[in-house]
């Protein structure tokens, strides 16, 4: 597989990391070419990972014409989109002109309702995209979309839930909350600032079988959730999200009722995100200041502190997960399917700081299944529709393993009494 990335960034950066360094003689990688609007940047990934398999080119990701003809340039069959949501599009629609198989971790944006945004659905994540799905059947190509940790790695538990501990999947909720700290900042962002920016006040979206989509107001049900220790409780509100535009397409027809997202935004990171919003500075329409016409959402990223450059001032951990319901032996059963990430463990082994590495496993996995055959499909599809063994069974070899917390449930009660009785206790992932 020859990759065209596209965005040297944080997770642009780490995935590259990932895919040389995990296995340096992998055979399915033939080469990745490191493509980024500021070409010292893609420079100087590639110098710092050293690999020869390694190529920086400059790329601007909103032209749609200059991906084509880098792609076509480099033969490239395989184009990962590492950037912000606001260039999905253009990259998205080159690989569909190329023939190159797609994948990005972020779909396609959404766009609140203008005169009831918090009570009518306007147009969705992913919308876009899955409109274009017949034709990319029609061309027999795949477009792999939301395949970062949250979408992607969390849609691959669900998926391994429906086909390996439920009998019927009730209800899919995401939850994810960490204890990371970074020295000498009161405020940072570990992901891209500016989707943080537009997750966390977008209307969030929940779904249930009775109702279908709906919105509600950011940051709403706040929720204390028992992550596994060291996390902890933590507490979680509503944040808009791929995932419940997601599984609902594929498992409303195994018994889905109801799908959310719920992540763990500190409460003086909400005040900061209000604040920002108040001040008109999350808004991504130009304005003028003297002369120079700027978006002041990128002036924030830009000014911020840049989350890949803080990995060595950070400590912690995040957990990353699925909390399934549902039916299993005729009984209730209630999982929490997760992965733990240590902020200093994934700078040790692949010099990216934690929420970047943990978003860059999961593209990476999926890039090695698909190059293998593993992994088969066409159209626009996401990480559940593809079979999860494959990917579950390399997570621990990339240094990522998965577990699983038995929640309270009458299957948990019937499994703790067989298990005492045979002197045995519950396995994990």
């Known amino acids: 597989m020859k990759v065209l990335l596209v965005g040297a960034g944080g997770v642009g950066e780490a995935i590259t990391s990932v895919a040389t360094k995990n296995d340096p003689d992998a055979e399915w990688l033939e080469g990745i070419i490191v493509c980024d609007y ?13 690999d020869k398999r390694l190529i920086a080119e400059r790329i601007d990701a909103g032209n749609q014409a200059e991906i084509t003809a880098l792609a076509k340039q480099y033969d ?5 989109n ?12 080159a690989a569909f002109e190329t023939g190159a198989k797609y994948m990005d971790m972020a779909m396609s944006m959404s766009q609140r309702d203008a005169a009831d945004p918090f009570g009518t659905v306007g147009l969705k994540l992913g919308d876009l995209q899955y409109e274009k799905h017949d034709q990319w059947v029609e061309k027999n190509n795949l477009a792999l979309c939301g395949s970062g940790v949250e979408p ?10 429906a086909d390996h501990l439920f009998d019927e999947i009730h209800e899919l909720n995401v939850r994810d909350a960490d204890n990371l700290e970074v020295e000498g900042l009161e405020i940072a962002f570990g992901f891209s600032i500016w989707t943080t920016i537009e997750e966390c006040l977008n209307p969030p979206v929940i779904w249930e079988k009775e109702r279908g989509w709906y919105v509600t107001e950011p940051f709403s049900e706040p929720e204390i959730f028992g ?4 996390v902890g409780d933590q507490e979680v509100i509503n944040v808009e999200h791929e995932e419940v535009l997601m599984f609902p397409r594929y498992f409303a027809d195994k018994g889905l009722k109801r799908a959310t997202f719920k992540f763990g935004v500190p409460r003086d990171m909400r005040r900061v995100l209000k604040t920002l919003e108040t001040l008109g500075l999350t808004g991504t329409q130009n304005v003028n200041v003297k002369g120079v016409s700027v978006s002041p959402r990128d002036v924030v990223a830009a000014c ?34 997760y992965q733990m990430v240590d902020n200093e463990t994934c700078m040790k082994i692949y010099g990216s700081q934690a929420v970047l590495a943990q978003t860059a496993v999961g593209p990476v996995i999926m890039m090695e299944l698909l190059s293998k055959g593993l992994w088969k499909g066409k ?29 309270e449930s009458e299957y948990k009660k019937a499994a703790d009494a067989k298990a005492f009785e045979k002197g045995f206790e519950h396995k994990s992932l």
């Not at 992607?152 to 839930?161: L, Q």
């Not at 001032?313 to 909390?323: D, N, T």
């Not at 990480?383 to 917390?405: A, V």
């Open 38 to 50: 500021d070409l010292d940047r893609a420079k100087h990934v590639v110098s710092k990972i050293d």
């Open 76 to 80: 490239t069959d395989f184009i990962m």
């Open 82 to 93: 590492a950037c912000d949501p606001q260039f999905n599009m253009p990259i998205f629609d």
């Open 152 to 161: 992607g790695m969390i849609n691959v538990f669900a998926r391994y839930a």
């Open 227 to 230: 992550f596994p220790e060291p």
């Open 304 to 337: 911020a502190p840049n989350p890949a450059m803080i990995g060595d001032r950070m400590k912690g951990q995040l957990s990353a997960g699925v909390w399934v319901k549902g039916i299993k032996d005729g009984k209730e059963r209630n999982v929490y399917i």
């Open 379 to 407: 159209g626009v599809l996401g990480p559940e529709n593809f079979e999860s063994t494959p990917f579950m069974e390399r997570l621990p070899s990339y240094g990522f393993p998965s577990s699983m917390k038995e929640m």
